[in-house]
């Protein structure tokens, strides 16, 4: 036996707006209070999922980029290193010591040319014994700037991951949506008025009324 009281009640519900409308409603928007935001909202979400999707896309590009640019400053800095395996800081600093005192005892005592002779010539056998180490001398200082950049790019490809992996799983959030409204579409011809009507799984037409009714 049907109950009056329940049938009224459900029927009052769907007459005060409190569930979605049907196909048939959408043309009398303004006669319920509610609004069939069907195609609005799903334009709102297809336009949604195009920026987010453009994001993704530009932010791939740099993190190719800088994937690209990280590697090969990689390389080069394993090759500094090779280079600087057998380099001998300590002998370079000290000649380099050595070849500033020299030139600072010419430059500031009056020797006599003799002795001025001999110092000079100290200086010039210091620079002799420098020149070997001049490439690992600029491998030293190209690896300090590389070192440098190869921070500064592990650190932009962090970022860029995280942001990555932030619109990643914004987007599967609103495939969800998209897909849970084509299938509320199909299913009872319901257009969506709300964000959270579109995560309920629960809505009731007016063809769900009179089946509960038949059932009992």
Do not use: W
């Not at 020149?131 to 950049?149: I, N």
Request: charged residues 40%.
């Amino acid at each position: 036996m049907t109950n009056p009281y329940k049938t009224n009640y459900v029927f009052c519900v769907i007459l005060m707006g409190e569930t979605s409308p049907t196909v048939n409603d959408a043309g009398n928007e303004g006669n319920n209070g509610v609004q069939s935001l069907g195609p609005k909202k799903a334009d709102m979400l297809g336009e949604k999922i195009s920026k987010l999707s453009e994001e993704k896309h530009a932010i791939l590009q740099q993190l190719r980029s800088a994937n690209k640019a990280l590697k090969y400053k990689t390389i080069e800095l394993e090759a500094l290193n090779n280079l600087l395996a057998n380099y001998n800081e300590k002998e370079v600093q000290h000649l380099q010591r050595r070849r500033k005192q020299l030139e600072f005892k010419i430059a500031t005592n009056p020797y006599g040319p003799k002795r001025e002779k001999e110092l000079v010539k100290k200086v010039v056998e210091i620079e002799k014994k420098l020149e070997k180490y001049r490439p690992q001398m600029k491998a030293k200082k190209r690896k300090k700037l590389l070192e440098a950049d190869v921070e500064e790019l592990q650190k932009k490809v962090s970022e860029l991951e995280k942001k990555l992996k932030g619109i990643r799983d914004e987007l599967r959030q609103l495939f969800k949506k998209k897909r849970l409204r084509e299938e509320l579409s199909k299913k009872g011809g319901i257009t969506v008025s709300s964000e959270e009507e579109a995560e309920e799984a629960s809505l009731v037409t007016l063809e769900d009324v009179v089946e509960f009714e038949k059932e009992e």
